[in-house]
């Protein structure tokens, strides 16, 4: 793509066929009051094929806002509340003795679904986390000796809680990299709060409807994939992906003792991909440094391993992030 | 010496060979028997080396510091790490880097240091290869690189029961170095006070060369019908302005930021709201294929110049250019 006239044709494109995302925003609007950064964020996981991982203390509508999602867009819906004693056949399925055909048949497990929210995702053991990533990288699973492939969409929300740590099994960081997000949801503001307030404690509580088919989201995968991407955007992509490595490079002295691992090559494709989703949400056939700049902390702060020395200052992988933005040049 | 063609004005010499040997004596307080200068000079940009002392005993580490100094701001230029400098008898085992800005009455400058700690390995003349720093502008567009290179410098290497500081007379030249540091730091104090350091945006500059270059290449770019070309250079130009109308750096700004600064400006509303629009309409024609009208680009163009005349004007000033109809 290179004329403005095929600019123009996606605009118009993205106009039309995008139109299902106000629908959306607004529909969870009845029963989210405000974190429109994060339902943002899980839009734009759906509409890239990658999965989220949303962070945040306990009642801030994380479950909510998943099952909710899950319900407008008509697809089927499961929840797993991971323990520390769930199996990975609980989440698979497994082999199951039929007697009276003398055989065994094929128990599929909860993961066999469009949309999986697995609720707080570390206080599974490693091999149940291993068995969710596996499939969330593979998009099939194996059961006994047969290979399952997952329905499309496929999307994995996963909630983590940053407090009570004790009794948990933390993600490593090669796991943590499948996902292609992660959101960290914070408090609602002041006017928010009594919002909420009115809204759950008067009358009937909100519900949803059933307003978008699969078939719409894959139409919008599709028109995602061809949003416009300059090559200036393109170099400032692996700019900042290449700072978090080699900060110095990029004059970030500051940075040069805080980081340990920077971010990886998948990084630079999901950075891409979110930005060209963000630039699809505010309906437009070409991606701006805004979008880039937009979803870059969601996209590499859980990417970036900060040194001993970054913790002792209490430096975050946030922290870096934002240094790495404010000094690359913006093209 | 470097600092011989550094600067032509011979009080900037002066002040910034003080500062020079300050920042090597008064923070670490270290033995400063001899410096070796060495350094190559293109235009504006200055690379040295330093050794902390021409004799180093066995047991001991030299330092050696690489510094580049130009003229404007510090996200002027990109430097890379220079090359670890080849060394005979000697070994590089600890790096670090730094960098500081400053403005005086000939304008900002901006320093980076870049510090090689060298431990001997053996007894002999020792020997610190050239250093090679490659940087470039980053208003260059096609990103053409310059490398800068120092000459070599050489010291000796003595065992070490043999150091020329063993014994009473290495102290008495400690502690002459030690009074020679401390006179230096108020000298170097007493200068700085007369020339009255100000902050970036305490004056309203008069538009620069840089701003000059940018706007001859705006004409041409409209002249050429190259809109992404003129878009590129109209933001670069309104990018300068508000850094140096706000003292504060603007690289790492988007559109949103950058409108956001507007606010900041004190500028007449109708200008800002011009700005704006050209700012949102910028992102538009530099990254996605386009073709706009040449009558466009000219509307543009008024408004970029607006925005020069804005800056140029001093502080206080009523808001003239503005309603003069400059900005569009």
């Known amino acids: 793509m290179s004329s403005d006239q095929e600019i123009e044709r996606l605009d118009a494109l993205i106009h039309e066929e995008g139109a299902f995302t106000d629908r959306i925003l607004a529909e969870m609007g009845k029963v989210i009051v405000g974190q429109r950064n994060m339902i943002e964020r899980m839009l734009i996981g759906l509409f890239c094929d990658g999965h989220v991982l949303l962070e945040g203390v306990p009642g801030l509508a ?196 805080l980081i340990e691992y920077g971010a990886s090559p998948r990084a630079t494709i999901w950075l891409t991909l ?56 913006v093209p | 010496m470097a600092s011989e063609h550094r600067r032509r004005d011979p009080a900037s010499v002066v002040r910034w060979k003080a500062q020079t040997l300050l920042s090597l004596l008064l923070p670490a307080a270290f033995q400063f028997v001899s410096a070796e200068v060495s350094d190559t000079i293109p235009s504006n940009v200055t690379l040295m080396a330093l050794v902390d002392r021409k004799v180093v005993p066995t047991n001991e580490t030299v330092l050696l510091n690489v510094l580049v100094e130009w003229q404007g701001p510090a996200d002027r230029y990109r430097f890379g790490w220079p090359e670890t400098p080849e060394a005979h008898r000697l070994a590089v085992v600890g790096s670090r880097r730094g960098s500081k800005s400053w403005v005086d009455e000939a304008g900002e400058h901006s320093r980076q240091e870049f510090t090689y700690v ?116 109209a933001v670069a130009v309104v990018r300068i302005v508000l850094a140096r109308t706000l003292g504060e750096p603007v690289a790492g700004k988007g559109t949103n930021d950058l409108v956001g600064l507007l606010e900041k400006t004190g500028w007449p509303e109708d200008a800002t709201a011009s700005l704006r629009l050209l700012l949102e309409k910028a992102d538009r024609r530099r990254f996605a294929p386009s073709r706009p009208e040449a009558w466009e680009l000219a509307q543009d163009e008024a408004t970029v110049r607006g925005v020069l005349d804005l800056a140029a004007r001093p502080a206080d000033a009523p808001a003239a250019a503005a309603e003069e109809g400059n900005v569009q």
Request: aromatic share 6%; charged share 25%.
């Open chain 1, 62 to 257: 994380k479950t909510l806002a998943v099952s909710s999602l899950a319900r407008i867009v008509n697809v089927r819906f499961q929840r797993i509340q991971f323990t520390p004693d769930l199996l990975p056949a609980d989440l698979i399925g497994t082999l199951i003795y039929d007697q009276h055909r003398g055989s065994f048949s094929v128990k599929k497990g909860p993961i066999f679904a469009n949309i999986i929210l697995a609720d707080e995702v570390n206080r599974a053991p490693a091999k149940v986390q291993s068995a969710m990533l596996e499939a969330m990288q593979e998009h099939q699973v194996t059961i006994g000796e047969e290979t399952f492939h997952l329905d499309d969409p496929f999307l994995v929300l996963a909630t983590q809680n940053p407090i009570e740590q004790e009794g948990t099994y933390p993600l490593p960081e090669a796991q943590v990299d499948r996902f292609m997000l992660k959101v960290v949801v914070g408090y609602p503001s002041k006017k928010e709060e009594r919002e909420i307030l009115d809204r759950m404690t008067s009358g009937q509580v909100p519900t949803v409807e059933k307003l978008v088919a699969p078939e719409d989201i894959v139409r919008a995968r599709d028109l995602v994939r061809q949003i416009y991407m300059d090559d200036k955007i393109k170099d400032y992509i692996v700019e900042i992906v290449l700072a978090t490595r080699d900060p110095a490079s990029y004059g970030l002295t500051e940075l040069v003792d």
């Open chain 1, 274 to 329: 979110a930005a060209k989703a963000h630039a699809f949400l505010r309906r437009r056939g070409y991606v701006r440094p805004e979008d880039v700049k937009a979803v870059a902390l969601d996209v590499l702060r859980h990417r970036i391993i900060p040194t001993y020395e970054a913790e002792a200052e209490e430096r975050t992988s946030d922290y870096i992030v934002e240094r790495a933005l404010d000094g690359i040049e």
């Open chain 2, 118 to 233: 060298l431990q001997p390995q053996e007894v002999g003349q020792g020997t610190v290869g050239a250093v090679r720093l490659t940087y470039w502008d980053v208003a260059d567009t096609a990103r053409h690189s310059t490398t800068l290179m120092t000459l070599p410098i050489s010291l000796d290497i003595v065992p070490s029961a043999r150091s020329d500081r063993s014994g009473p007379w290495g102290d008495v030249a400690i502690s002459l170095a030690v009074l020679a540091a401390a006179g230096l730091g108020i000298w170097w104090l007493r200068v700085r006070g007369r020339t009255g350091r100000r902050a970036a945006r305490s004056a309203a500059p008069p538009v620069p060369d840089e701003l000059d270059g940018r706007m001859r290449m705006l004409a041409r770019a409209r002249a050429d019908g190259d809109a992404t070309q003129f878009y590129d250079e």
